[in-house]
């Protein structure tokens, strides 16, 4: 049985009417789709930003609700419109790092605090400082800094901030939303290195949405091109991004710049 399991999920929304009596109309945001992700797998979602990539992961976590279709992790059903509090077994199941670490930090939060949020809120039990500064550590920071600000830490430290922020209660899935993106090339390669050793010693089960290519290949089994809510394609890192099947991803593949070398 599949890990994560969705069926016939899909998501529309009401456009706003421009005039008093202009009939309703929608906008399908995720067409119907089906998803299985096995335990242990890393998988890349592509395409251009509109194509329901996010609303996908969003689905999925039981951060909106699907306008039909079903999701399930590990056998159970994730019931969006169900009370925060009953989706608590979802969010001890899950972590996810955003975009910008800069935004999804509290900046009037140390970083100990910060980490250390998902065991209060999710009322799991030990020594909670002993396990902030185990984390730390584990994404490469001095455990000593637990007691610093936002502010006083580099771009590349605020995101390893959230990464351990994600992975402090130990979730069996991690999902990254362009975590990667909003970091110069230095500092992305870092955390690259860092996603694939947690991957491997934590047994993680990885959902990345990403636009850059380069990051699915190096981290992701698994790919899937959605293009205007659709999943246009999908298959192995290599079978997808080396002998694309799909126009589409042919073009989305095309698009990515590539430097000449020198005296070309």
Same mark, same amino acid.
């Given at each position: 049985? $599949? ?7 899909? =998501? ?5 009417? !421009? ?7 929608? +906008?399908? #945001? ?5 998803? *299985?992700? /096995? #335990? ?23 951060? *909106?609700?699907? $306008? ?10 994730? *019931? ?11 969010? =001890? ?5 955003? /975009? ?7 900046? @009037?939060?140390? #970083? ?12 799991? %039990?030990?020594?909670? !400082? ?26 590349? +430290?605020? +995101?390893?901030?959230?990464? #351990? ?15 990667? $993106? ?16 947690? @991957?491997?010693?934590? %047994? ?5 949405? $990403? ?22 394609? @999908? ?6 991004? +080396?002998?694309?099947? /799909? ?18």
């Amino acid at each position: 049985m $599949s890990l994560i399991e969705a069926r016939g999920l899909s =998501r529309d929304f009401v456009v706003p009417k !421009r005039a008093a009596f202009e009939r309703t109309r929608h +906008q399908t #945001a995720l067409a119907p789709t089906d998803l *299985d992700v /096995q #335990a242990g797998a890393a998988l890349g979602i592509i395409g251009e930003s509109g194509s329901g990539k996010s609303t996908l992961v969003r689905l999925l976590l039981g951060l *909106d609700r699907p $306008s039909a279709g079903t999701v399930e992790i590990d056998g159970r059903a994730v *019931d969006a419109s169900a009370p925060a509090r009953s989706l608590h077994w979802l969010r =001890r199941e899950t972590g996810l790092v955003f /975009q910008d670490p800069y935004a999804s930090l509290d900046p @009037r939060m140390t #970083a100990g605090r910060i980490i250390g949020e998902p065991l209060w809120a999710l009322g799991i %039990e030990g020594d909670r !400082r002993a396990r902030v500064r185990e984390v730390l550590a584990q994404v490469g920071l001095d455990p000593e800094t637990a007691e610093r600000y936002p502010h006083e830490f580099s771009g590349g +430290q605020r +995101q390893r901030i959230a990464l #351990a922020r994600a992975i402090v209660h130990r979730p069996r899935i991690l999902v990254g939303d362009e975590p990667l $993106s909003a970091l110069d090339v230095t500092v992305r390669a870092q955390i690259l290195d860092l996603l694939i050793e947690l @991957r491997r010693t934590s %047994e993680l089960t990885l959902l990345l949405v $990403s636009h850059d290519i380069g990051v699915v290949q190096n981290l992701c089994d698994t790919v899937v091109v959605m293009k205007d809510g659709h999943v246009v394609e @999908r298959g192995t890192t290599d079978e997808v991004l +080396q002998r694309p099947t /799909q126009e589409y991803t042919k073009a989305l593949l095309a698009a990515i710049p590539v430097i000449p070398a020198r005296g070309e």
